[in-house]
């Protein structure tokens, strides 16, 4: 039986939001090393598949599987996010993605010192992901129902939004999907490679 692995993975504050909420259940990645067009065939990792083809299966133990960072289905991702220590009273660690005034010790007064995601110990985390599928796609090839489940936010004029934060929507989920991709610095126009992964929600 394969091993399981466990990888952290980073996520802003409203996609842990999302995820909580379950509007999140897939995310997309930038592949580290873009495939080559070579003549009519796209190559990468050892692997290869004709252009048009819009979706490739990381299929475990193929080429393709073996060099996702992000693991195979069934591996587990733990969230990172930014956190705090020492601040509620009846757990040891706050989340900024969640946190309310009502959650700290009394008479706390002083600024919280949020700690960035990327520090997130494992024992601090509290959510956990099972991969249940990795695929390699072009980032524009995004589907309507692919870009809702990426946890674009449905406002209350049933618009779609990059987040739960704010700022311009959308008549559809793929525009806002772009924003949110860009509000992190993506490159939209670029259309590169991504890892396609999606997951569910298991028992930290």
């Known amino acids: 039986m394969p091993e399981i692995k466990e990888r952290p993975i ?12 379950g509007r999140k259940t897939v995310t997309r990645r930038t592949m580290k090393v873009q495939p080559v067009l070579n003549g009519n065939l796209w190559q990468v990792y050892g692997a290869g598949w004709s252009n048009g083809v819009t979706s490739v299966p990381a299929v475990p133990g193929h080429s393709l599987s073996t060099k996702c960072p992000y693991g195979t289905p069934g ?30 010790e009394a008479g706390w007064h002083d600024p919280i010192k949020w700690k960035p995601s990327i520090h997130m110990p494992r024992a601090a985390s509290r959510i956990l992901l099972e991969i ?71 028992t930290p």
């Open 132 to 202: 249940t599928d990795v695929r390699v796609e072009r980032l524009q090839d995004i589907t309507y129902e692919q870009a809702a489940a990426e946890g674009v936010h449905r406002g209350p004029l049933r618009e779609w939004c990059a987040s739960d934060e704010g700022g311009a929507c959308h008549k559809y989920p793929v525009p806002a999907f772009r924003d949110l991709w860009q509000s992190v610095g993506g490159d939209w126009e670029a259309n590169p490679w991504v890892w396609v992964v999606e997951f569910k929600r298991g």
């Open 75 to 104: 591996d587990r991702l733990w969230v990172r996010e930014t956190f705090a220590c020492g601040l509620c009273t009846d757990q040891p660690y706050a989340y900024r993605a969640t946190h309310a005034p009502e959650d700290l």
């Open 10 to 21: 980073l996520f802003s504050a409203p996609m842990v939001r999302a995820i909580l909420e």
